[in-house]
């Protein structure tokens, strides 16, 4: 069983920062894709960055120059430092690996829990 588990959210105000952190943990054979979506209310999950194969990384332009995403595979941990704050980046924000559990597993799709990021006006 593999879990992801966030951690970092919080209420900041405009231009403020924060530094969301996911781990995975459980029967874990190898990580292909590891990354963050968000949801805001009455919005669709979009994607905010994500690692993907061969260690290149993806942004949703509206958080370029922004936000950061770091990966420790040692560690199975993937990170997102969102500097710059927006009331538009206010949303719940999910953790995302496709992750395989053994050498002929074809990878599943797991989710975090969310955290909730709130950007104050």
């Known amino acids: 069983q593999v879990q992801l588990v966030e951690s970092g959210g919080g209420l900041v105000q405009t231009g403020g920062s924060l530094r969301l952190s996911c781990a995975a943990s459980g029967s874990i054979y190898t990580i292909n894709v590891m990354g963050w979506y968000r949801q805001a209310p009455g919005k669709q999950r979009e994607l905010v960055a994500v690692?993907?194969?061969?260690?290149?990384?993806n942004y949703s332009d509206s958080v370029k120059g922004r936000f950061t995403i770091s990966r420790d595979n040692a560690k199975n941990t993937v990170n997102l430092q969102m500097n710059g704050l927006k009331p538009e980046d206010t949303a719940v924000y999910y953790c995302?690996?496709?992750?395989?559990?053994?050498?002929?597993?074809?990878?599943?799709?797991?989710w975090g829990q969310g955290t909730q990021v709130t950007v104050s006006s």
């Open positions: 690692f993907v194969s061969g260690g290149i990384t």
């Open positions: 995302h690996a496709q992750i395989l559990t053994g050498r002929f597993d074809s990878g599943s799709n797991y």
